[in-house]
């Protein structure tokens, strides 16, 4: 298996495939960084900037979940399937063959920050450091605040917002229009859309199984089998260091990120004040700074 700067490849995972690259070299001896993105069903393409925590000699490692991007879709799957045990035992399998589980350090988003959590509450005996980037410790925290920052929006589009979803008319061109208003204030504030989006939006419109699984239609409307998802009562778990990231106009709101904060007893916390739910877009430079000097911290 290569570890050329900027190698990728496939990795086997049961009958499937998972897609991955690793920026940098494995045989340095620098700890590495695993870069886990959200979703569920995403790809890791919206978070390739994070690979300039590389420059500083750094292996880093994205990749593409079961379900997602370059690897193996099941459109076929249904909720039985679609886990965070799943998901937790790709990741193993990722560690275990890049050979890199005695020493790593792991940076999850959104999504990947919940499964991030879930791995560290099992204390991985490789786990160095572990960021949360934008991530909510639970599922009815972030339908709560999504409620309250829907509330703030401009009324028309809160009332399209409920019609259509009352409804069930989610596909609906003005529901859309309406779904994109709270995108644009709470995912992503950077116009026009950066690349990396662009690209995870194209993969997600070919196969969105994951997504609709177990999130649901999108980012506010949380009717999957993640909807009773929580780790509130389990972080006290977590020994590893740990970083939280969150942006001031996060749908992600500080009340989500709390029980990360309250209960994990190393923890530190940097909100970016000028972003969202996507500050290594939106202020990439403070966003690199931030995570290497964290990783720098454990190292």
Known sequence: MSSDPASEGFLSFGEWRTWYRVTGDLSTGVTPLVVVHGGPGCSHDYLVNVAAVGES?????????????????LPDKGADFWTVALFLAEL?????ALKIADGYHLLGQSWGGMLGAEHAILRPRGLKGLILSNSPA?????????????AELPREIEDALD?????????????????QVYYDEHVCRVLPTPPGLLKTMEFMAQDSTVYNTMNGPNEFFCIGSLRTWSVVDRV???????????????????????PYFDNIPDVRWEVFEQSSHMPFVEEPEHYREVVEAFLADQD
């Open 163 to 179: 019609r259509h979803e009352a409804a069930g008319t989610t596909s609906d061109p003005e529901y859309l229009a309406a779904t």
């Open 57 to 73: 000699g750094r292996p880093v490692i994205h990749y593409d979940q079961l379900g997602g991007g370059r690897s193996t879709l």
């Open 138 to 150: 639970s599922m009815e925290l972030w339908v709560s605040e999504a409620k309250r920052l829907r």
């Open 92 to 96: 193993d399998n990722l560690l275990d």
């Open 236 to 258: 006290s778990r977590i020994t590893a260091p740990t970083l939280l990231l969150s942006g001031r106009y996060d749908e992600a709101t500080p009340a989500t990120v709390q």
